[in-house]
């Protein structure tokens, strides 16, 4: 009944096209500095059912062994907390607790949810990680198929949804989860990705590594320089194009960078012609529709911008640009308007755009 689409190219960042050999857009010229950038430590790995990839220009002490150790260590930690694809991640256990009694929980998922929560109140709840219920019925979660549902069971799992649905008590020992109802289900997909990349800069920070580029699909972290010694340069890629051209191209100051898309994983109901983005408005309990088709977030934390964009996403740009005015908050969107993408920056991003010549806005 249906087509599904889902493709990755780091997930409407193109920060590792630096390990793709094609970043000129991105990167500026390849010029005399380029035996430079052959001292880099490059790796490259899968996780969260995407890509991940990390630059360390002059090197990481041990090669690209030991780089990819440390990397896939931070990010198989967090999976092993929130992933609800794996039945043994905490996450996955907490949902299928089918019940009202508390859930111990170890002090970093139960931190990754108290951020996540903070997010959300900033921008009404339209990032919500209680969407679980909404996910599954919509075919985005495990083993659940892709359908459009009925009036009838989407009513019953929007009374799921909802921050009140759950409670989060610190106790001397362990954290624990409390469902207020049985059926409660979290999904905290959509910063799985930042909290991955804020791990790994995390750790390369203690390490002392003074440059870098850590991304993990839509979400990175940078510091320093690149491997011929200028300014990190990222790419906001085209959703528009198939094979992710780049769109504009920013300096992400040490800054983390992460977008939202609603373009890659989506499904198309053969008998409307619609599409079903995996962005969900948790207030009306359906896929969005509107024309806006990325939102990227540049903020202190991968963490902090992967929350965000996804809910901005779902509010759409017009209101998106609203709230990051009033919040001197640095986002840009990409909108499908007059058959082509259209950018827009907030004040507050227009320092990240400064280094970059050009750019398409
Ligand atoms: P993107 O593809 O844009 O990077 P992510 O993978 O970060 O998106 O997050 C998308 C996932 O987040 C969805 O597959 C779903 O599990 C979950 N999700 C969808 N809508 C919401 C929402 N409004 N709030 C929180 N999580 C959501
Ligand atoms: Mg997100």
């Not at 490259?44 to 890509?51: A, H, K, L, N, S």
């Not at 630059?55 to 896939?72: I, N, Q, R, S, Y």
């Not at 990175?220 to 320089?225: K, M, Y």
Request: glycine share 10%.
């Amino acid at each position: 009944m249906v087509n599904a689409g889902r493709r990755w190219l780091c997930g409407g960042l193109i920060a590792c096209c630096v390990l793709l050999g094609g970043c000129e857009d991105a990167a500026g010229p390849k010029g005399a500095s380029a035996n430079k950038a052959a001292e880099a430590t490059m790796v490259r790995g899968r996780t969260m059912g995407t890509f991940y990839s990390i630059t360390v220009p002059g090197g990481f002490p041990g090669g690209e062994e030991a780089l990819k150790k440390l990397a896939d260590e931070k990010l198989n930690t967090i999976v092993s907390a929130i992933s609800t694809f794996d039945p043994k991640a905490e996450l996955a256990r907490f949902n299928a607790h089918d019940d009202v009694t508390p859930f111990p929980i170890s002090p970093l998922l139960a931190g990754l949810i108290e951020e996540s929560l903070h997010q959300s109140k900033r921008i009404d709840g339209a990032m919500d990680i209680t969407i679980g219920p909404l996910v599954n019925l919509w075919g985005f979660g495990k083993d659940h198929p892709r359908k459009v549902p009925g009036d009838y069971e989407l009513d019953a799992a929007r009374r799921l949804v909802g921050a009140d649905k759950f409670e989060l008590r610190h106790t001397p020992n362990e954290p624990l989860l409390v469902k207020r109802e049985r059926g409660v289900k979290l999904d905290l997909a959509t910063i799985g990705e930042g909290a991955g990349a804020d791990a790994i800069a995390a750790a390369l920070d203690r390490l002392g590594v003074r440059d870098y580029l850590v991304s993990v699909a839509g979400a990175s972290r940078s510091r320093g320089h690149n491997p011929r010694g200028e300014l990190w340069k990222i790419g906001i890629e085209d959703p528009t194009t198939p094979d992710g051209h780049v769109f504009t191209t920013i300096c992400p100051l040490d800054q983390a960078v992460s977008t939202a898309g609603s373009y890659r994983n989506f499904f198309i109901d053969e008998k409307t012609g619609r599409h079903y983005s995996h962005i969900i408005d948790p207030h009306t309990g359906r896929p969005v529709e509107h024309q806006t088709l990325s939102v990227t977030v540049v903020d202190r934390a991968a963490l902090v911008t992967d929350a965000l964009d996804t809910g901005l996403l779902v509010w759409g740009a017009d209101k998106a640009h609203a709230w990051a005015e009033r919040h001197d908050m640095a986002i840009y969107t990409i909108e499908y308007r007059d058959g082509r993408p259209h950018g827009r920056a907030s004040r507050a991003f227009n320092q990240y755009q400064r280094c970059t010549q050009g750019g398409n806005p």
